[in-house]
């Protein structure tokens, strides 16, 4: 699959970042010029998780995400659709509780989290607007969500130069680096498909989410929305 089409195929998609498991992390320092260490800091200062708070961290992919909110002294449940990125991040971080789920049909009861994160994931969730109400559902009244997601760049001519770059320079560089290029071709055409910061934050404020905000970062490359359940 590399398509970025708006019914993505939740077994399909699970079955490309099984593939690409391994080498995640390694790929996405490399394509992002290392920026995503940056913007993992600043979702740990968005979700600003605190000691015994439950923190639920969706698309957690190998944990990597997960680890500075285990830091803070929180407890964390890192929760992935890709039964291959789940175990790798086992054998990196077993202490981790790591789970199976798919977020449009979440295993964990109501009001459960004070806090819910998805970095880098929500693109690929088959039915967005249904996995955000499930988001909202897991949350305990008066709790918080924190998505960081690929955006729209706000200055025009660079918008341009970076469209270039994901359809371009993007899978040449994936194809050096990963062990699976199709899939990033795919992700490539994922990001350009995605609603900007605006289209993005109405929909969570349809999905009953209040005090919707966001928050550009490198430029609107990538965008922090946050929100928080009302109670």
């Not at 830091?71 to 291959?84: E, H, I, K, L, N």
């Not at 109400?133 to 949350?139: D, F, N, S």
Request: with cysteine; net charge positive.
């Amino acid at each position: 699959m590399t398509r970025a089409s708006l019914d993505k195929q939740p077994h399909e998609v699970a079955s490309m970042f099984d593939d690409v498991a391994e080498r995640y992390d390694l790929t996405n320092d490399v394509l992002s010029l290392g920026q995503d260490r940056r913007w993992r800091k600043e979702v740990a200062k968005a979700v600003d998780a605190r000691p015994a708070q439950k923190i639920l961290d969706l698309a957690a992919g190998t944990g990597t995400s997960s680890l500075p909110f285990a830091r803070t002294g929180a407890y964390v449940v890192p929760c992935d659709f890709s039964q291959g990125m789940l175990q790798v991040g086992k054998q990196r971080q077993p202490w981790l509780p790591y789970t199976a789920g798919d977020a449009t049909r979440l295993p964990f009861k109501d009001d459960t989290f004070d806090a819910v994160t998805i970095s880098f994931g929500l693109r690929n969730v088959q039915d967005t607007d249904a996995g955000l109400r499930e988001m909202l559902r897991v949350t305990r009244p008066g709790g918080r969500i924190v998505i960081c997601e690929f955006s729209h760049p706000t200055w025009a001519p660079f918008r341009t130069v970076y469209t270039e770059y994901l359809m371009r320079a993007l899978p040449p560089v994936a194809r050096a680096v990963s062990s699976s290029p199709d899939a990033y071709v795919y992700l490539a055409e994922s990001i350009r498909a995605w609603p900007d910061q605006p289209a993005l934050a109405e929909r969570l404020g349809k999905a009953g989410w209040s005090r919707v905000a966001w928050r550009n970062l490198s430029g609107g490359i990538v965008a922090l929305h946050r929100g928080f359940k009302a109670g």
